[in-house]
């Protein structure tokens, strides 16, 4: 009788383990999922999920506080992520020839480390150079 009452319980339990999610794609394509459904007069799907949801990546956990205070190369917070729409990749693209074109001319470049202007030395910018020669050729090449 007991065990039976348990089972009972647990099945009337089971749904509300399960999750609703709403998934919809506004005018510039982007998709969004949201618990909540969109604002009316907006086509959208829903999704149930079961389970527990873990992020996709998981934050770094730094075990040296030297890494906090600027020891390390890897930004202490995550950038802010933006949608790849095209008005996103040709800002991104325009920004990165700009910083480009500064970092190959003759005058001093210099860029913000803890809250002081640093000015960069030759091998500073040619790491520069190659991250952000990296990224021009990864986002904006033949798009």
């Not at 003759?106 to 860029?111: C, E, H, I, T």
Request: aromatic share 4%.
């Amino acid at each position: 009788m007991r065990r039976s009452l348990i089972v009972v319980a647990l099945l009337l339990f089971a749904p509300l383990c399960a999750a609703q999610v709403y998934k919809w794609t506004d005018a510039s394509g982007t998709v969004h999922y949201s618990e909540a459904p969109p604002t009316q007069g907006v086509k959208y799907s829903k999704v149930t999920t079961t389970g527990t949801v873990e992020p996709l990546v998981k934050p770094a956990e730094r075990s040296n506080p030297e890494d906090v205070a600027g020891g390390s190369n890897e930004p202490a917070v995550a950038p802010k992520t933006m949608a790849d729409t095209p008005e996103n990749r040709k800002s991104l693209c325009a920004s990165l020839q700009s910083n480009l074109a500064t970092l190959q001319g003759s005058g001093p470049v210099v860029m913000e480390k803890d809250g002081k202007p640093n000015a960069l030395d030759a091998s500073q910018r040619q790491q520069q150079i190659a991250t952000a020669q990296a990224q021009y050729d990864q986002y904006c090449q033949g798009k």
